[in-house]
């Protein structure tokens, strides 16, 4: 609806602007169209005024010089000078048609409007009246007279006639924009149902059916596509698992006997050497498959999680006393460091375990020649939101890199392909944290170790 709001509010504002506009420049249009008449080539007075001031009058009578010939004969225009008596004294190209002699009355009348249907203009002169018409037709004569009182409202009649322009405008805008409306609302609702990925169908009816059309066939695409990506990754992930179960067991066996072999002392020492080695390759090779596993779980959200409330520095304390009691290296050197005691999230511990020990494990991997490694936890200000940190003094990694570091090893969104190890550690410490409405944060740069922090929604 508030959509719908927007596009009729945005329509009628646009339709009286427009229609403002379009008055304005008809008022414009309209002035200068009357302009341009009134004064295209030589006006009709002052074509008089030129006739009668080259009237001149001398003991010889009247003369009339060229160039006033010329300019009544450019106008195709005619003189005549009356006197005081109403007699016609002198006449240039007169129709004769034309009486030669007027009353008071008869000149009244065709000063103000025709004389036989000649437009004719008059201009005083010395002798008498000069009187200059022009062809019939050729000029329209209109008087009109206006009182004081309304030409001075004037501007107000202007101002209310385009207020009145616009609230029609705008009565017509929201008749023919609610009715527009009216057709537009179920396919702006289809829209959005197909925006927040839920089917839609809009009947097909009216100017926008074919449109409405296009909806309920997207929507159907979408549904059959939504389908088979489902069917796809559920087939994905039942075949890893699948895959992985499969491997456990051959796996299970070749661990078991290469410790009886590793532990026998009937095996020649270089035997339980070699059996050795293929216990260590095994433990990485299962790793592996649990993290595939896992990683494709959590991918398609098929993992179930078990959440429950758990102590941040119960579990950073026991990571790390795991780390030390396996044995970790002198060259490595591991502490923990507790801001706030009694904070606690609501998150499955064994998945979370196992995102914490991984990056614990990333920073040993990562830097065989030893580092420094702590684990701490810590909230943020706003109370809501706590942080698991695992910072390392090691080698880093170029900033740029850090993108991919969070993409599974054959992803299209990774810009460089893994070069180091399986690819499967981080993001499936990403994913872990993205499970809990949480994130994971890299920070790190050549020479300047690496910092990795799990954000997580806190208990208050």
Same mark, same amino acid.
């Given at each position: 609806?508030?959509?719908?709001?927007?596009?009729?509010?945005?329509? &009628? %504002?646009?339709? @009286?602007?427009?229609?403002?506009?379009?008055?304005?420049?008809?008022?414009?249009?309209?002035?200068?169209?009357?302009?341009?008449?009134?004064?295209?080539?030589?006006?009709?007075?002052?074509?008089?005024?030129?006739?009668?001031?080259?009237? +001149?009058?001398?003991?010889?009578? /009247?003369?009339?010089?060229?160039?006033?010939?010329?300019?009544?004969?450019?106008? +195709?225009?005619?003189?005549?000078? @009356?006197?005081?008596?109403?007699?016609?004294?002198?006449?240039?190209?007169?129709?004769?048609?034309?009486?030669?002699?007027?009353?008071?009355?008869?000149?009244?009348?065709?000063?103000?409007?025709?004389?036989?249907?000649?437009?004719?203009?008059?201009?005083?002169?010395?002798?008498?009246?000069?009187?200059?018409?022009?062809?019939?037709?050729?000029?329209?004569? /209109?008087?009109?007279?206006?009182?004081?009182?309304?030409?001075?409202?004037?501007?107000? %009649?202007?101002?209310?006639?385009?207020?009145?322009?616009?609230?029609?405008?705008?009565?017509?805008?929201?008749?023919?924009?609610?009715?527009?409306?009216?057709?537009?609302?179920?396919?702006?609702?289809?829209?959005?149902?197909?925006?927040?990925?839920?089917?839609?169908?809009?009947?097909?009816?009216?100017?926008?059916?074919?449109?409405?059309?296009?909806?309920?066939?997207?929507?159907?695409?979408?549904?059959?596509?939504?389908?088979?990506?489902?069917?796809?990754?559920?087939?994905?992930?039942?075949?890893?698992?699948?895959?992985?179960?499969?491997?456990?067991?051959?796996?299970?066996?070749?661990?078991?006997?290469?410790?009886?072999?590793?532990?026998?002392?009937?095996?020649?020492?270089?035997?339980?050497?070699?059996?050795?080695?293929?216990? +260590?390759?095994?433990?990485?090779?299962?790793?592996?498959?649990?993290?595939?596993?896992?990683?494709?779980?959590? #991918?398609?959200?098929?993992?179930?999680?078990?959440?429950?409330?758990?102590?941040?520095?119960?579990?950073?304390?026991?990571?790390?006393?795991?780390?030390?009691?396996?044995?970790?290296?002198?060259?490595?050197?591991?502490?923990?460091?507790?801001?706030?005691?009694?904070?606690?999230?609501?998150?499955?511990?064994?998945?979370?375990?196992? &995102?914490?020990?991984?990056?614990? +494990?990333?920073?040993?991997?990562?830097?065989?020649?030893?580092?420094?490694? @702590?684990?701490?936890?810590?909230?943020?200000?706003?109370?809501?939101?706590?942080?698991?940190?695992?910072?390392?003094?090691?080698?880093?990694?170029? #900033?740029?890199?850090?993108?991919?570091?969070?993409?599974?090893?054959?992803?299209?969104? %990774?810009? %460089?392909?893994?070069?180091?190890?399986?690819?499967?550690?981080?993001?499936?410490?990403?994913?872990?944290?993205?499970?809990?409405?949480?994130?994971?944060?890299? @920070?790190?740069?050549?020479?300047?170790?690496?910092?990795?922090?799990? #954000?997580?929604?806190?208990?208050?």
């Amino acid at each position: 609806m508030d959509g719908t709001a927007r596009i009729l509010k945005r329509f &009628a %504002r646009t339709t @009286i602007v427009i229609s403002v506009l379009l008055l304005i420049l008809n008022f414009i249009l309209l002035a200068v169209w009357i302009f341009k008449g009134m004064n295209e080539g030589q006006s009709p007075d002052s074509v008089t005024q030129q006739a009668a001031n080259a009237l +001149q009058f001398s003991a010889d009578g /009247y003369s009339f010089p060229e160039e006033g010939q010329r300019l009544l004969e450019q106008n +195709q225009a005619w003189a005549m000078l @009356i006197n005081s008596e109403g007699d016609v004294v002198w006449d240039y190209d007169l129709p004769p048609s034309l009486p030669r002699s007027y009353t008071l009355t008869e000149i009244t009348q065709f000063t103000r409007n025709y004389l036989m249907d000649y437009p004719v203009y008059v201009w005083e002169h010395a002798s008498g009246l000069v009187v200059v018409g022009f062809p019939k037709t050729s000029i329209a004569k /209109y008087q009109f007279n206006f009182p004081v009182e309304w030409v001075q409202s004037l501007p107000f %009649r202007i101002v209310a006639l385009i207020i009145g322009n616009a609230l029609l405008a705008l009565v017509l805008s929201l008749l023919i924009g609610s009715r527009l409306i009216k057709s537009i609302q179920p396919l702006l609702r289809g829209i959005h149902l197909l925006a927040h990925e839920q089917n839609a169908y809009v009947e097909p009816k009216g100017m926008f059916s074919s449109l409405a059309k296009s909806i309920n066939h997207t929507s159907l695409l979408l549904e059959q596509k939504d389908a088979a990506l489902k069917a796809r990754d559920e087939a994905r992930s039942n075949w890893i698992a699948g895959i992985s179960h499969d491997i456990r067991t051959p796996l299970s066996m070749v661990l078991g006997y290469a410790s009886e072999l590793e532990e026998s002392k009937a095996v020649p020492a270089e035997q339980r050497q070699q059996a050795a080695i293929i216990r +260590q390759q095994g433990e990485k090779l299962r790793s592996l498959v649990s993290d595939l596993n896992l990683v494709s779980m959590l #991918e398609y959200e098929m993992q179930p999680l078990h959440p429950r409330k758990l102590r941040l520095s119960v579990l950073a304390r026991q990571i790390a006393s795991d780390f030390l009691n396996q044995g970790l290296e002198d060259k490595f050197m591991l502490d923990v460091d507790i801001s706030e005691e009694q904070l606690q999230v609501n998150v499955d511990e064994q998945l979370l375990t196992r &995102a914490i020990t991984n990056l614990v +494990q990333n920073s040993i991997h990562h830097n065989p020649e030893g580092c420094r490694i @702590i684990l701490q936890t810590s909230a943020l200000s706003d109370g809501q939101t706590c942080q698991i940190i695992v910072k390392d003094d090691g080698q880093g990694v170029a #900033e740029g890199d850090l993108p991919d570091l969070l993409e599974l090893p054959y992803s299209s969104r %990774r810009q %460089r392909p893994a070069h180091h190890g399986h690819g499967l550690g981080l993001p499936l410490v990403a994913r872990i944290a993205k499970a809990h409405q949480g994130r994971l944060l890299l @920070i790190s740069g050549d020479g300047q170790g690496m910092t990795a922090i799990i #954000e997580l929604p806190a208990m208050v």
